[in-house]
């Protein structure tokens, strides 16, 4: 596994590359002096070429990359690469705790996250240190609604199930009752969460003839809410009265596995259940109780807990329970812009400028 800037990534990262090479293994004399002086920034995974690009055209850091995106950094070596740097750049397999901001050290002042949830980000660790944390929300919201309504239709009308009967044999006659499934049209549509996906992914589905969304969150948000004529009610009416339960919400110790069996039992036993934030919001073993025992009809899930979630899982046993890996922001236009925003965040921390999206810790 290559490390620093490989040879194939040199080729894709054209020459500014090359000296900021240098400078990473160690300066050359032939290195010009001031690109000594420049901020030090590692990221942690070879992100879509837009943020390359802007990092290395700014000639405002040198950096060193973890080249590949197919296998995450591992602990070792990013604790080993982060060493002294002023930057980070990291995606959402990176655990950036304690352990870690201590292996930077004290010149670390700006840490950018390519993903709009920060789980993996110990907040307050960073609070205390100062460090400064840019995020990528809102470049994401298309394509995430999008995905989701993908998930929910795939699942309420049992598409993996059809595809799969249609290749192995199981289409005989056309048949009344066959791989029939739940449909929008004077639907109850809930979702766990209102932010700017939950209201995005309420858009696209309006079209559908849904008859009435219903939201539930911490307090009521009456200006997003009104964007999609959505009521607010309690959690346990947001189970009893969906259809289509939609969670938006982002993993905190609140809602930690908020999703488990209290939720589940109270949901109709013709209920579709969506996840496309965290799988750490969720019970597993208690999904699996209810989706095996048809509590509720089924689930689309984008997220789990582990990620990947092992071949051998319970849940991946169940026809009614559709997994994705992790998709839900993966179009080109929507992770470039996401691999963009984060290098600007970047770069503008470093400058000490505010960021475009910056957590305030
Ligand atoms: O899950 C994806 C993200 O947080 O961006």
């Known amino acids: 596994m290559a490390m620093l800037c490989s040879r194939t990534a040199l080729r894709r990262l054209q020459p500014i590359c090359v000296s900021q090479l240098k400078v990473a293994e160690g300066l050359t004399s032939s290195t010009p002096r001031e690109m000594s002086t420049l901020p030090r920034v590692y990221v942690t995974r070879q992100i879509p070429p837009e943020g390359l690009k802007i990092l290395r055209e700014s000639g405002k850091v040198q950096f060193e990359l973890w080249d590949s995106d197919d296998i995450s950094v591992p602990r070792k070596e990013l604790l080993q690469r982060v060493r002294g740097v002023d930057g980070l750049l990291c995606v ?25 949830g920060f789980d993996h980000l110990s907040l307050d660790q960073l609070k205390k240190r100062g460090i400064r944390v840019g995020y990528t929300p809102e470049v994401l919201t ?62 696209r589905l309006a079209p559908f003839k849904v008859k009435k969304f219903i939201y539930t969150d911490v307090a009521p948000r009456p200006e997003l809410a009104s964007i999609i004529n959505a009521e607010y009610v ?47 919001v969720v019970n597993q073993e208690d999904l699996y ?32 329970c559709v997994i994705l890996p992790h998709i839900a922001s993966a179009s080109y236009t929507t992770r470039n812009a996401m691999s963009a925003l984060a290098a600007n965040n970047l770069l503008l921390g470093l400058q000490g400028e505010p960021m475009i999206k910056e957590l305030k810790l």
């Open 92 to 116: 959402l397999t990176e655990k950036i705790d304690a352990e870690l901001l201590d292996a930077a050290g004290p010149n670390l002042k700006v840490l950018s996250t390519m993903s709009v």
């Open 142 to 203: 298309d394509s995430v609604a999008e995905l989701t309504v993908a998930l929910l239709l795939t699942t309420s009308r049992r598409l993996v199930e059809a595809t799969h009967e249609a290749k192995t044999g199981g289409w005989g006659t056309w048949r009344t009752l066959w791989l029939c499934g739940y449909e929008l049209a004077n639907s109850t549509v809930g979702i766990l969460g209102l932010g700017r996906i939950g209201v995005a992914i309420a858009e």
């Open 234 to 280: 309690s959690f346990d009416e947001l189970a009893k009265q969906s259809d289509f339960l939609a969670v938006c919400c982002a993993l905190t110790p609140e809602t930690k596995e908020i999703c488990n069996k209290n939720l589940f039992s109270k949901m109709k036993n013709t209920s579709i259940f969506i996840n496309t934030s965290r799988g750490g």
């Open 289 to 320: 109780q209810a989706l095996s025992t048809g509590q509720i009809a089924a689930a689309g899930l984008d997220v789990t807990v582990p990620e990947p979630l092992p071949t051998n899982h319970p849940l991946f046993t169940l026809k009614n």
